[in-house]
């Protein structure tokens, strides 16, 4: 990625934190469904449920929290414990390897 674009993104995931810091709590476990059929029928407005998934961080989040570039980023995920950032040649090999395996239980079925 060129470096415009990387300090674009990185500029644009650092605006987006305070909006992050703004959203409402979590949608409790037993409200969700409920949540879902209202926002399905137009009777609430798709905000009103706050799930896990919208309150996490992306990979240029982490960059513009650390603000001291990406290797620092990967370090500070890797202690911390929360988000990995892999480079994609390891997640195409556990896919490959993956796939690989899936390929040989079907194959053990079709027998």
Do not use: N, Y
Not at 69 to 75: C, I, N
């Amino acid at each position: 990625m060129s470096r415009p674009a990387r300090a674009r993104r990185t500029r644009e995931a650092k605006g987006e934190l305070p909006s992050l810091l703004a959203l409402p709590a979590l949608t409790p476990e037993h409200e969700v469904s409920l949540l879902r059929h209202r926002i399905a029928f137009g009777l609430l407005p798709r905000t009103a449920l706050v799930l896990p998934e919208d309150r996490q961080l992306g990979p240029w989040h982490a960059l513009a929290v650390c603000g001291r570039g990406l290797p620092m980023t990967m370090v500070v995920s890797r202690i911390i414990g929360g988000t990995w950032l892999r480079p994609v040649h390891e997640l195409q090999e556990e896919l490959d390897r993956r796939r690989e395996e899936q390929a040989a239980r079907l194959a053990d079925l079709a027998d």
